[in-house]
């Protein structure tokens, strides 16, 4: 260790001899040492010392040489004596300093040191008070900047509330009108058929096919989807030939609607996609098997953007609807199981549509899990490790599609705190996953949307059954329970051969995909950050107004993003991943993805947003 850095931390050291003369020893400007000192005649002694002339004294430590200056400088063990002109200061252990004269007043110059010496220990240094007053200053510049960001979001906040508003109003009117005149409809049926309406009324409630779920497509089966576009994101994984097609033929149930391009036609249309929409929906579907698969890219070119205005309807579906189309084809179920592909678009349609505009909750998010569930499965190794059967497969893609279906922008703790009328029907237990996958099941009872009438009664049970678990297991306040169990088996057996092993690992897969976002790349991960603190902040809004405190990071007045992601990502995202990681050593990378998103953090702690 050099002098330097051993004198870095060495205070003034002041020292009293035998004949009243006073020592002082403290670092140089140079990073020295420098000794001064005072006798009674008011004579003044000053010299330096570097590591050559304190080695030539016998300081081959320089550490040890230090620490016995300081003791025998504390216990006035020094002797002085004078040496000519000069003056002697003996050191006990270290040797003698001669100190060269010099003009000035040594008593005014040591009591200097002395009162500022006395001012460090009694107050505060004033170096620290200058510090801590500009420390103060950039703090306050940097929540006037967050003050600025606020007031921008307020207003932009306000803007599409408005929207909404008046799209909302425009639409109660809508549905208004339309019940009046079924109403009057139905009276008239009445009428000219002499049947009571209380009877009709009954007729209706026993219907078998009809839904007690609103259809969020309204009149229609299916959206007004680009044709070329899915023959585009299906030529990519069949192979055609076209020989013997027949659209009305049930062998061809699974193209009755998109005609594929043939092997030839494919390979030419996709020579000249160029810059076109289809060509830039064609380029991001060919990352569906990395785990940096964009959603936010997608749907703004699908949409126009990935915000409000561009997830309120989505005429011509989505990012949801891609993701979803491609994978069922990239794993051949459509043509292995035959599936009506009617029915295939029309249940696609419904569940994209079933999703509502919400900052993070929505369709966006869905395909975003669909996507990370998809990879688990494959390039994770879920489907070797656990040897998973296609009903068990397309079970899994179907649940991480729906996992969030009908998510109002609020979790359970809030339909809890407030006792909502889900909140009793469901008992405070897993209030919204109950309804995002009962809502859809229920839907699938009308026969237009009912993507499981290819499968026996045996497949139906099995993958309905699988789907519930693993949209139930998404529930948050089950995250421990699940974790615990997943952890046990893990330590008990590694292989999950079994239904309920294969459906606990599902269960983790997804759970996993929900929460992704903190284990992916930068970019991607503080866009996510942005959309679940508007929905948070929305969230407390909602409960500031009706009287109750906000839930924790939720309140948009003191934010604290930082905090709050570093939490999550410590107590739930890291040993979830890391668990995982054990089983599917593929995803290990997860991880260091988590921790470097936790760094950004770490070193922006005074962000409240990326």
């Known amino acids: 260790m050099s002098l330097k850095d051993v004198l870095t931390t060495l205070p003034k050291l ?8 006073i020592g002082l020893a403290k670092i140089s400007a140079e990073g020295n040492l420098s000794v001064t000192a005072t006798n009674p005649h008011n004579d003044y002694f000053v010299g330096t010392f570097d590591e050559q002339a304190l080695q030539k004294m016998g300081a081959n430590d320089f550490r040890s040489f230090i620490d016995q200056l300081t003791v025998s400088f504390n216990e006035n063990k020094c002797t002085s004596s004078p040496a000519a002109n000069d003056w002697a200061l003996e050191v006990p252990g270290c040797g003698k300093f001669i100190l060269k004269k010099s003009p000035g007043n040594g008593h005014i110059a040591m009591l200097d040191n002395i009162l500022s010496f006395a001012r460090l220990r009694a107050s505060r240094d004033p170096d620290k008070l200058l510090g801590d007053v500009q420390k103060k200053a950039q703090d306050a510049m940097a929540k006037a900047k967050s003050l600025e960001k606020e007031e921008k979001h307020f207003t932009e906040t306000i803007e599409a509330s408005r929207e909404k508003i008046e799209y909302n109003t425009t639409r109660i009117k809508e549905l208004q009108e339309e019940l009046s005149t079924l109403e009057a409809a139905k009276k008239k049926a009445a009428a000219e058929s002499g049947i009571p309406q209380e009877d009709l009324q009954d007729d209706e409630d026993d219907d078998d096919g009809v839904s007690r779920v609103r259809n969020p497509l309204g009149d229609t089966d299916c959206k007004d989807v680009d044709h070329n576009l899915l023959r585009l994101i299906k030529g990519q994984f069949m192979a055609w030939d076209g020989q013997g097609y027949d659209p009305e033929s049930h062998t061809y149930r699974y193209c009755c609607v998109i005609r594929p391009y043939t092997t030839s036609e494919f390979n030419q249309i996709t020579e000249t996609l160029g810059d076109s929409m289809q060509g830039k929906i ?24 990935f915000m409000h205005e561009g997830l309120v309807k989505q005429e011509r579906g989505g990012s949801l609807f891609a993701t979803a189309y491609a994978l069922f084809h990239r794993y051949g179920f459509v043509r292995d199981f035959n599936m009506n592909e009617k029915i295939l678009l029309n249940w696609l349609s419904l569940v994209e549509a079933g999703y509502h505009p919400n900052p993070y909750h929505n369709s966006m998010h869905a395909a975003d899990v669909l996507h990370i569930t998809h990879y688990i499965l494959s390039t994770g190794g879920l489907i070797s490790k656990c040897k998973l059967a296609n009903e068990d497969i397309f079970a899994a893609l179907c649940a991480a599609a729906i996992h969030d279906y009908n998510h ?64 139930l297991a998404t529930d948050m306040g089950l995250h421990a329970k699940i974790l615990g169990t997943f952890k046990r088996r893990l330590s008990e057996d590694q292989d999950f ?52 405190p906000c839930s924790p990071f939720m309140d948009r007045y003191q934010p604290a993003m930082a905090k709050g992601q570093i939490a999550f990502m410590n107590y739930i995202v890291v040993p979830l991943f890391e668990c995982i990681s054990e089983f599917l050593p593929a ?20 962000q409240n947003g990326p």
């Open 282 to 305: 064609y380029h991001l579907l060919q990352d569906l098997d990395k785990w940096g698969y964009d959603v936010f890219a997608l749907q703004e070119t699908m949409c126009g953007s």
């Open 497 to 548: 051969k079994k239904k309920e092993d294969i459906r606990l690992a599902l269960s983790m897969a997804v759970k996993m995909a929900d929460i992704s976002n903190c284990g992916r790349e930068q970019k991607l991960y503080l866009g996510w950050c942005n959309q679940i603190s508007d929905e948070f902040y929305m969230q407390g809004d909602r409960e500031r107004n009706l009287g109750f």
């Open 14 to 21: 002041f020292t009293k001899t035998q004949s009243d003369t």
């Open 408 to 471: 109002p922008g609020i979790n359970n703790n809030f339909h809890i705190k407030v006792q909502t009328y889900l909140a009793t029907l469901y008992n405070d237990r897993s209030i919204l996953e109950n309804i995002h996958v009962s809502s859809v099941f229920e839907l699938m009872k009308t026969e237009k949307f009912n993507i499981l009438e290819c499968f026996t009664d045996d497949q139906k049970r099995d993958i309905r059954e699988t789907i519930v678990e693993m949209v």
């Open 587 to 606: 995803m290990h990378f997860s991880v260091d993805y988590t921790e470097e998103n936790k760094s950004y953090w770490n070193n922006n702690d005074g």
